[in-house]
């Protein structure tokens, strides 16, 4: 069992950071306003950022952590800026020993609780990053063209009711095109199954020289931007891309062997 730490955008702007076990249904809840509290008066939701943990206790470290991040910090996070995060925390860190040599001449214990909190924020970003604390490599910055963005909410658009399903094509760490493709599984309105001619085409054309196909996409028509428990039984684990549409929104899966894993992106032309 995965636990997730995520963070939802609420329809003032504010954010709200929680943990879960299951994340579609914790998430479905947020949207209904069953779970009450904050984000049931601040509806529509939409989910902005999310990671898996190993365990409950580093999932609910995370949520503390990021609740009490600034607003910048946040959207850093959201953004996959991870040097801008780092940068955040270091500040903080600055101003901790800024603090700690004021208190030491004023005779007081010299307290370091900022100083372990910034640390702390190290290692939850380390976490996120899928790294173990202290790694330096940075991960790979995941770009989405507008067009191919627009493609996506577009099939999604004209498939509704059912669910809209295509292809994804670029580079390892750029979206550059999204093509749709006809679903021909025998319930449309509730699971995907991509033309097997269209992958054929697309992997004939891309050994022609075209374009890498490079991942997937599909429409929650009722549902959310995050995987299903029948996305996650689809999934080989080939570490190709997932965007799924819900609600006018587009999230970015890696379809890692240990299970999704949420990708931050930002817009790039071309």
């Not at 950022?49 to 470290?61: K, M, V, Y």
């Not at 600055?94 to 004023?106: C, P, V």
Request: glycine letters at 10%; hydrophobic letters at 40%; charged letters at 20%.
């Amino acid at each position: 069992m995965g636990f997730h730490t995520y963070l939802l955008r609420c329809a003032d702007g504010s954010y709200y950071a929680g943990h879960t076990d299951n994340l579609e249904q914790r998430i479905g809840q947020h949207q209904t306003g069953v779970t009450g509290g904050y984000t049931a008066r601040r509806r529509p939701l939409v989910l902005v950022w999310c990671e898996r943990f190993d365990s409950r206790d580093d999932a609910f470290a995370a949520e503390r952590k990021i609740k009490g991040w600034s607003r910048a910090k946040k959207e850093a996070l959201i953004a996959g800026d991870w040097a801008l995060v780092s940068e955040l925390a270091r500040n903080r860190q600055g101003r901790a020993t800024i603090l700690r040599q004021a208190q030491d001449e004023r005779g007081g214990d010299g307290s370091l609780g900022e100083e372990r909190s910034a640390a702390l924020d190290e290692v939850i970003l380390s976490l996120s990053k899928g790294e173990q604390p202290n790694k330096t490599s940075a991960p790979v910055q995941t770009t989405l063209s507008p067009q191919a963005h627009a493609a996506i909410l577009h099939a999604a658009t004209q498939a509704h009711p059912n669910e809209a399903c295509g292809l994804l094509f670029g580079t390892a760490s750029h979206i550059i095109a999204a093509e749709r493709a006809a679903n021909v599984h025998p319930q449309p309105h509730r699971h995907f199954e991509i033309d097997p001619a269209a992958l054929i085409a697309a992997h004939k054309a891309a050994r022609a020289g075209g374009p890498e196909l490079i991942g997937y996409f599909h429409s929650h028509p009722n549902g959310l931007a995050c995987p299903s428990e029948t996305d996650a039984a689809m999934a080989s684990g080939d570490g190709r891309i997932w965007a799924i549409a819900a609600g006018g929104d587009v999230s970015l899966w890696r379809d890692a062997p240990s299970g999704f894993e949420a990708l931050s992106y930002r817009f790039k032309e071309g």
